[in-house]
């Protein structure tokens, strides 16, 4: 069962006034694992995203066809809001998670409180985000790592990696599945069970990015 906790005392950040190379240099290969992971199209039925305070929404098949810089470009024009990408984002996981198993924490109110405020300015302003549940700390959310040793930690801090991820306007919501302390190639652990292939639901999508590498190639494919 996906995992939460919640957190009440988020702390304010300010615009970081990155440039896009700045953004890159944040941490290239998470940030793609973290975004392709929302990108569920193909799975379940088309979810349309409950409409927020701007009153226009967003189908999932338009947010999948805009990459994270894309998505932002859009909030900064004021096409669509960060509540409204967080809400399309969470539909589609809801949808498929249950077959997938990729992302067993979430904190989804957490992060409807960022992206109310429209998430913080930079490149990737109130672009919805997963990390990688492995010593990826952010302040006031679980930590586990994938292992029963770590089921309760609760992190008192941010990640110098996390906290440079929400400088950059990411809205995390979640945490994507490795396998125990990010040992295997197979996302599979005691604490939270197997992480499924969609290309085949009886494989496994490896390790230790297997929560992220399952849902991403979810994007292209449906599930048996």
Known sequence: MPRSVANDEEARRGAPGLTRREALRLGTTTLAGGLA????????????????RSGRGIAFDDYAAHDGLGLAALVRKGEVTASELLETAVARMQAVDSKLHAVPIRFVERAAR?????????????????????????????????????????????????????EAGLVVFGKSATPELGMSTSTESALYGQTHNPWNLSRTPGGSSGGAAGAGAASRISTP
């Open 114 to 166: 960022s992206a109310e405020r429209g998430g913080t300015p930079g490149p990737f302003q109130g672009v919805p985000f997963l990390l990688k549940d492995l010593h990826l700390e952010l302040e006031g959310t679980l930590t586990t790592n994938g292992s029963r040793l770590f089921r309760d930690h609760v992190a008192t801090r941010d990640s110098t990696l996390s906290r440079r991820y929400a």
């Open 37 to 52: 992971s929302l990108a569920y199209s193909g799975l379940g039925p088309r979810l349309h995203a409950a409409v927020g």
